[in-house]
């Protein structure tokens, strides 16, 4: 039974930073590329970021172009740990943030992810 728990989402101020994480657990979590998505509402889910399992293809990552610059994503296998760095943070960033782990790579499409986390809210309000 894999599980992923995410935590770290807030309100925030326009231009502030917040760090999101993703903890994994039931599986071989290295083996595994990890994405966030995001969801506002009454908008659809949307892909924000991917990062591949660190293994000979190395740490490639993936960005949707609405993040790119602002956020970062990484991955620290030996605490079975993704994050989301998130910077310059905009009000449209507002949304339920979701990892997920796939078996196929970083890919954009959620439906190559498998399992999924519940979510964290985060808010950026002035």
């Known amino acids: 039974q894999v599980r992923l728990v995410e935590s770290g989402g807030g309100l925030v101020q326009p231009g502030d930073s917040l760090r999101l994480s993703c903890v994994a657990s039931g599986r071989t979590f290295r083996r595994y590329a990890m994405g966030w998505f995001r969801q506002a509402p009454g908008k659809e889910r949307e892909f924000v970021a991917a990062?591949?399992?660190?293994?000979?293809?190395?740490?490639?990552?993936n960005y949707a172009d609405s993040v790119k610059g602002r956020f970062t994503i990484f991955r620290d296998n030996a605490k079975n740990t993704v994050y989301l760095q998130m910077n310059s943070l905009k009000p449209e960033d507002t949304a339920v943030y979701y990892c997920?782990?796939?078996?196929?790579?970083?890919?954009?499409?959620?439906?190559?992810?498998?399992?999924w986390g519940q979510g964290t809210q985060v808010t950026v309000s002035s």
């Open positions: 997920a782990m796939s078996f196929v790579g970083p890919r954009p499409q959620g439906e190559f992810y498998d399992y």
């Open positions: 990062v591949n399992w660190g293994g000979g293809s190395g740490n490639s990552t």
